[in-house]
């Protein structure tokens, strides 16, 4: 069984930093793509940024040269380093991960981790 495990919320003020962790564990074989996605009150859950195995970054028009995504391969883990934030980057931040597993046979799927609370004041 695959778990993503996000930490590094909190609330902060206008032109603030955080740095958000998801780490994946369980029966991983391999990880392909990683990305963060965030959901705000009452709108839909958006993409914010992806990272493919081999370090190849996208992201929103939103947050781009203020939002850096990286990942720890070693460690299964990916991380959004959040900068000059605005209250309108409030919202719920998820983790998401194409991973696939080896229990016996080899099997890809899209995991989720549970998220994490970001608030930004103003």
């Known amino acids: 069984q695959v778990q993503l495990v996000e930490s590094g919320g909190g609330l902060v003020q206008a032109g603030g930093s955080l740095r958000l962790s998801c780490a994946a564990s369980g029966s991983i074989f391999s990880i392909n793509d990683m990305g963060w996605y965030r959901q705000a009150p009452g709108k839909q859950r958006e993409l914010v940024a992806s990272?493919?195995?081999?370090?190849?970054?996208n992201y929103a028009e939103s947050v781009k040269g203020r939002f850096t995504i990286s990942r720890d391969n070693a460690k299964n883990t990916v991380y959004l380093q959040l900068n000059s934030l605005k209250p309108e980057d409030t919202g719920v931040y998820y983790c998401?991960?194409?991973?696939?597993?080896?229990?016996?046979?080899?099997?890809?799927?899209?995991?989720w981790g549970q998220g994490t609370q970001v608030t930004v004041s103003s």
């Open positions: 990272i493919t195995s081999g370090g190849t970054t």
């Open positions: 998401k991960a194409k991973i696939t597993t080896w229990e016996g046979y080899m099997m890809s799927n899209y995991y």
